[in-house]
Nanobody, 125 residues
Framework: VQLQASGGGLVQDGGSVRLSCAASGGRISSYVMGWFRQTPGKEREFVAGISGSGHITSYADSVKGRFTISRDNAKNTVDLHMNSLKYEDTGLYYC???????????????????WGQGTLVTVSS
């Protein structure tokens, strides 16, 4: 499975952006999908995750209420809708797939098997 993240860019503080992750080479409908972000000098951190069915979601406390993760299994895609963006949301955003757990969203990046290349989100203050 190959994952391709897109949608990043420069956005003003308080603005919105939608990231999209498209999968190819296999179906991801049974995989838990996650979004992670990384900034210079910091470890990659969990942002949001969604179960295979889409019924279970999980968010980092820092983005809860502002970000929404969703998926379209027919299109083999996962989106991250980011609202009320803050300067500290700036970072390189990665989508990832966990092929083992269908219903449980893990925040540990080590359990994810496939990773996209990352898309940069820059929030200007």
């Amino acid at each position: 499975v190959q994952l391709q993240a897109s949608g990043g860019g420069l956005v003003q503080d308080g603005g919105s952006v939608r990231l999209s992750c498209a999968a190819s080479g296999g179906r991801i409908s049974s995989y838990v999908m996650g979004w992670f972000r990384q900034t210079p000098g910091k470890e990659r951190e969990f942002v949001a995750g969604i179960s295979g069915s889409g019924h279970i979601t999980s968010y980092a406390d820092s983005v809860k209420g502002r970000f929404t993760i969703s998926r379209d299994n027919a299109k083999n895609t996962v989106d991250l809708h980011m609202n009320s963006l803050k300067y500290e949301d700036t970072g390189l955003y990665y989508c990832a797939a966990d092929r083992t757990r269908v219903k449980v969203v893990f925040r540990n990046s080590n359990v994810y098997d496939y990773w996209g290349q990352g898309t940069l989100v820059t929030v200007s203050s």
